[in-house]
């Protein structure tokens, strides 16, 4: 695999890093605007379709052994490079009260990092023909009883009980792109596609699910300077039975293909953000330059939703694209919002998205949040006149978390690694990325958001841990409540918070640290009573033992854990989420006697996985 690739592929996954790098020397923000929007061609693809549950989970394709295979030459070396943590603030770090966590057990296992090396929905020209990929980035969400379940580059569809509807499909199966590899020799590269995300619109019935897809010389892997955006919107509430619209979004942005010219360009939009409001249909992303270095900031993209869910949107329509700035310059990670089922919409203005991002631009600490308002949205079905603003809300203070210790365990690929290699291997930290905005709702008239930041112990290192904001966005925005979510010894990480559309709330995230494995784990909260003990649904029964933090394939000693999870507000009232777990452990003997997979729980490369609950707050 070319060095150019693997690097750029680094640089690209390093948005932590980036953002410090990129936002060092841009001061504290105190205004903001959304200036002029441009357009940007979305096109009509044609359909796809979610083919019901059939076969097993088995590894079919290769079975080589890419644990022996020279790390810088082998296919699954497509990702490596860790997202690497800017530096832990050392002043003016928050020191909260500790949570209670308490068992409570629920739900079910989600996808795996066996499903997505080896899915068992992928027809016969995309069997085994996935890459190990680290980190699981967490997409969901519910319609009526169906469950739609994304991490990274496979879907399922399962229903509340958990039952499967559908087996994992590859995305790349499901969009009709090119396998990600084939593993022939010399190995074919397919397009490249990462971050998926997906949300039930309540008001019309409709699922949508994006990724982000770049594009790849099919000989050499390399970037060919291509980026895009897929959109896929089911034709009904039956996301199986009545198949898929499917649309792309060139987000290249060097003036070819329609789209706008911006600096450094080829560019890739990283990370699609998605929302809904009544009328529009958004997704935001960070954009890099492909070949250079640099960072073009946030990007907002504007659509009908009608015109994606009738399939109405002809080839070359035109929808608005913003590259909104605040008083410092670039923004980044604006999150759209979604909206609960029962819930309204906000109707002022011609129609209301919001949008909340952070402000901490050098990865240190801050006590800003950004509220943006997209308005005017009613004429995104015809003439695009919509507007965008922000306002800047004080809140409590957050920063740049840290990684995090891992309680020791089995790790079979390590022992392997030191075992034949007599590799220089340690358990690995947990990557817990930075203190973007995550997953942002809009319920009860408020919206609702959370970050990671870093906090103080009483006793011992500074620890990972979430702040979340409820915030009034209406006429001049303002704080309703905000607080913390820390635990006394271990740390908490990737929150995403839902609220039914009376108020109540939840947010599940990742519980980890030197006394407890990766778990999933939740809070409840709300405006007047704040968050409840930290619950944990499923806890994890071994340490990660993934490969993105080992020397022997490049890495530093911090493992990529996760970008986000995921959590969607059922039509009861029910908040189901998904979040990153251990779920399996095996010894090395086990490891070397199942040719790697420990019984189909774990691939050579990783043993990552998820777990869905719903609870009622």
């Known amino acids: 695999m070319e060095s150019r690739h693997r690097t750029t592929l680094v640089r690209l996954a390093s948005l932590g890093a980036a953002l410090a790098l990129t936002m060092g020397s841009i001061g504290s923000a105190t205004a903001a605007s959304g200036g002029s929007h441009q357009t940007v061609a979305i096109k009509r693809l044609g359909t796809a379709h979610l083919s019901k549950a059939g076969g097993s989970k088995s590894a079919t394709g290769t079975t080589s052994t890419e644990i022996q295979q020279d790390p810088e030459a082998g296919p699954d070396r497509q990702i490596s490079g860790n997202k690497s943590y800017a530096h832990v603030p050392s002043t003016n770090v928050p020191r909260p009260a500790t949570s209670a966590v ?18 068992d929905g992928a027809s016969a020209a995309y069997a085994g023909n996935q890459f190990s990929l680290e980190p699981p980035d967490q997409a969901l969400c519910i319609g009526g009883s169906t469950i739609i379940e994304s991490v990274n580059t496979v879907v399922r569809v399962r229903d509340t009980s958990g039952a499967e509807l559908t087996k994992a499909v590859p995305l790349n199966q499901f969009f009709s792109l090119a396998p990600e590899i084939v593993r022939s020799s010399p190995p074919v590269y397919g397009d490249f596609t990462s971050d998926p995300k997906c949300l039930y619109d309540s008001a019309t019935g409709r699922f949508f699910l994006t990724i982000l897809q770049l594009d790849i010389d099919p000989g050499t892997g390399n970037f060919t300077g291509g980026s895009h955006v897929y959109i896929a919107v089911s034709k009904s509430s039956d996301p199986i039975a009545d198949g898929w619209y499917t649309f792309v979004v060139n987000t290249t942005n060097d003036g070819t293909g329609g789209t706008p010219n911006h600096a450094g360009c080829p560019c890739l939009g990283d990370q699609p953000l998605i929302g809904t409001d009544a009328n529009g249909f958004y997704f935001t992303t960070n954009e890099f330059p492909v070949f250079t270095a640099g960072f073009n900031g946030a990007m907002v993209y504007a659509m009908s939703k009608s015109a994606l869910e009738s399939g109405a949107i002809s080839a070359g329509q035109t929808q608005a ?4 700035t605040l008083a410092e310059g670039q923004a980044y990670s604006i999150q759209p919002a979604t909206t609960p089922p029962g819930g309204a919409t906000e109707s002022a203005n011609g129609g209301t998205e919001y949008f909340l991002s952070a402000l901490d631009f050098n990865g240190a600490t801050d006590n800003r949040i950004a509220v943006w308002k997209l308005t005017n949205t009613s004429s995104l079905a015809t003439s695009a006149d919509v507007h965008l603003a922000s306002s800047i809300v004080a809140t409590e203070t957050y920063g740049q978390p840290p990684a995090v210790t891992q309680k020791p365990g089995s ?19 947990l990557n817990s990325n930075d203190d973007r905005m995550n997953q942002v709702v809009f319920a009860d008239g408020h919206l609702w958001g959370a970050v990671n930041t870093a906090v103080k112990s009483p006793t011992g290192p500074t620890r990972s841990a979430i702040a979340w904001f409820i915030v009034n966005p209406s006429g001049t925005p303002s704080l309703v409540r905000n607080g913390y979510v820390s635990v006394a010894t271990d740390s908490v990480m990737f929150p995403a918070v839902s609220a039914t559309a009376a108020g109540s709330g939840l947010m599940s995230f990742t519980l980890a640290g030197p006394n407890t494995y990766p778990s999933a784990a939740y809070v409840t909260l709300d405006a007047t009573h704040g968050t409840s003990s930290v619950k944990v649904v499923k806890a994890g029964v071994g340490p990660a033992d993934g490969f993105t933090g080992l020397v022997s394939f490049a890495g530093n000693g911090v493992e990529r854990w996760g970008d986000y999870g995921a959590s969607a507000v059922a039509a009861d009232g029910t908040i189901w989420f998904a979040a990153e777990s251990i779920n399996q452990t095996c010894t090395l003997s086990e490891f070397v006697a199942t040719n790697f997979r420990c019984g189909d729980t774990r691939t050579q490369l990783a043993n990552w996985g998820s777990w869905i609950a719903g609870v009622k707050p």
């Open 321 to 324: 694209i913003f590259q909104p």
């Open 411 to 429: 790790t079979p690929l390590i022992d392997y690694l030191r075992a034949t290699k007599s590799a220089n291997e340690h358990l690995s930290l």
């Open 102 to 119: 308490v068992s409570a057990p629920s739900g079910f296992a989600g996808l795996d990092h066996f499903h997505n090396r080896f899915p």
